[in-house]
């Protein structure tokens, strides 16, 4: 099992000129202690049950940019993308700078985006909830579409009409930067990643219920012929143990789940400097994960 961390504070207690700094240490620190993935969220308002609107919040792609010029071995991306916030075929773009200037260290994470009030107050349009997962399967095909350098032709879609899917240069990662859609929705986002995705992620809510949305998701693999063994499992960790510092405590949690076939657990640093918590807890962390298989 990998280990990722997935960082959603940006209230740094030397202000706004600390941010940098520590961003950098967090990607630096990710890299020595073997870390898989480092993610950040993509929303412009601090979300409700992590602290106020009013709290620092960085644009997703700009920050994992800033990340790539200051790590060389985890891979970058956000759990998860707004399909609401870039139209796809510059999303396309955004993702593809992003996994050339990393040299093919980009994760595509989408899905199909929630939270109102920063739709509302920075005048995103937020189309009820049938029409968002609708742009998200356009939004999966454009995406793959310029991600094939044999088809720059058009794309018609309900929502998106592109002229031309013309994406050069090509993503250093082949055949693409892996999909990853996020949410556990039975009937429309697993089926989504059954269809189109390369990784789901779930919450880790209890191993009954992973086990049972993994279920869901072989189904979905069944209805579309897919190999279910082709899609990696990653899950977010939310329990106590590591911000307590009981790395024990941690691999214990997170054994049932990796037995259940997750891949990836996903950790939230605690506060708004991560680096010094990633070398602490998720140094230790990484080769204990990586001795539990399902």
Request: glycine share 10%; charged share 20%; proline share 7%.
């Amino acid at each position: 099992m990998e280990l990722a961390v997935h960082v959603v504070r940006f209230d740094h207690p030397a202000g706004p000129s600390g941010i940098g700094p520590e961003l950098a240490r967090t990607g630096e620190a990710a890299d020595r202690a073997g870390v898989a993935w480092l993610s950040v969220m993509d929303h412009f308002f601090q979300l409700p049950q992590l602290g106020a609107a009013e709290d620092g919040m960085l644009e997703g792609y700009t920050a994992l940019g800033y990340l790539a010029g200051h790590t060389s071995e985890v891979q970058l991306g956000l759990l998860v993308g707004g399909v609401t916030y870039r139209h796809p075929g510059l999303l396309a773009k955004v993702a593809t700078t992003l996994d050339v200037l990393s040299e093919g260290r980009a994760v595509f994470g989408i899905g199909a985006a929630w939270y109102e009030r920063e739709h509302q107050g920075l005048g995103v349009p937020f189309p009820p909830v049938a029409e968002r997962f609708e742009r998200l399967e356009e939004t999966l095909r454009i995406v793959r579409q310029m991600w094939d350098p044999a088809n720059n032709g058009p794309f018609d879609g309900k929502h998106y009409q592109l002229a031309e899917t013309l994406c050069t240069p090509q993503p250093v990662s082949r055949p693409h930067p892996p999909i990853l859609i996020g949410g556990g929705g039975e009937k429309k986002t697993l089926r989504l990643v059954a269809q189109y995705a390369d990784a789901c992620n779930l919450f880790a809510s209890s191993p009954d219920d992973v086990a049972h949305k993994l279920d869901v998701l072989r189904r979905h693999c069944d209805d579309v012929g897919r190999d279910y063994a082709e899609i990696k499992k990653t899950a977010m960790y939310r329990g106590p143990a590591l911000n307590d510092g009981d790395i024990d405590g941690f691999v214990d949690d997170v054994t049932a789940y990796a037995r259940l076939g997750v891949e990836q657990i996903n950790v939230v640093p605690p506060d708004s400097e991560p680096a010094g918590w990633i070398e602490k807890v998720c140094t230790p962390a990484v080769p204990r994960l990586a001795d539990l298989s399902a």
